[in-house]
């Protein structure tokens, strides 16, 4: 079965501490996205990347970090810097064709809890 | 810049009953649009999309229609069912599939028996 993987599920970590999130996919896409979900809001864009050592900052990049070096795993790490990093964590991904009918899938996302 | 804008939630329907949620767009180009589902504790899925204005999207009885004279891609169903109950999110990219996605607050939509 093709798609994209988080994991844990559910993470718990104390303040002060990193903690990497990770993302597979086997959907042999070249673009890869994290986002973060709070309550009542929309996804805000963290980071993504559209070739393998390669990466830009989205919206919220501020204590948040990324690596690319393989093309099917993009994880994330939610350093100590993140004043609020408690949320739900999408990865996505997307082929690059350059066809504007290509979509973005969604791995079933990681909750992480800071304690 | 660009921005998605939906109707407030949450929106609470009986069976059968008819759904609309509104979405407008503010984009610096003509954008793809898209609605994704989520369901509780999960991710997102794509529901429908479209690409250029007067498409209509439609996707297990959902439907959308990209109106750019509006900027809006109303999502709407005839007969909503109690595994309806989810949240909906209205989204925008301008170029081609590399490109960024801009999303809405997203529509709790609950659907009682």
């Known amino acids: 079965d093709g798609g994209i993987t988080q994991s844990p599920k559910y993470l718990f970590r104390k303040e002060g501490q990193n903690v990497t999130l990770s993302c597979e996919q086997n959907?042999?896409?070249?673009?890869m996205y994290w986002y973060r979900q709070d309550p009542g809001q929309g996804l805000r864009l963290i980071y993504y990347?559209?070739?393998?050592?390669?990466?830009q900052k989205g919206d919220i990049a501020e204590g948040y970090s990324v690596s690319r070096e393989k093309k099917e795993s993009f994880p994330l790490t939610v350093t100590s810097a993140q004043k609020n990093p408690t949320a739900f964590y999408l990865c996505?991904?997307?082929?690059?064709?350059?066809?504007?009918?290509?979509?973005?899938?969604f791995g079933p996302g990681t909750r992480l809890t800071v304690l | 810049g660009n921005s998605v804008t939906q109707m407030e939630g949450p929106v609470t329907l009986s069976e059968e009953a008819f759904l609309t949620i509104n979405c407008t767009y503010t984009?610096?180009?003509?954008?793809?649009l898209f609605w994704y589902v989520q369901y509780p504790g999960e991710g997102l899925q794509l529901l429908l999309k479209?690409?250029?204005?007067?498409d209509k999207g439609s996707n297990k009885g959902f439907e959308a229609t990209y109106r750019k004279e509006t900027t809006s891609f109303h999502l709407e169903k005839g007969s909503v069912q109690v595994s309806d109950s989810a949240v909906y999110f209205c989204?925008?990219?301008?170029?081609?599939?590399?490109?960024?996605?801009?999303f809405g607050e997203g529509t709790q939509l609950t659907v009682n028996p």
């Open positions: 996505a991904s997307n082929g690059l064709s350059g066809d504007i009918t290509d979509t973005q899938y």
């Open positions: 959907l042999n896409h070249d673009a």
């Open positions: 990347s559209q070739i393998v050592n390669d990466f």
């Open positions: 984009a610096t180009g003509y954008p793809s």
């Open positions: 479209a690409t250029k204005a007067d």
């Open positions: 989204a925008l990219r301008l170029g081609t599939s590399g490109s960024r996605l801009t």
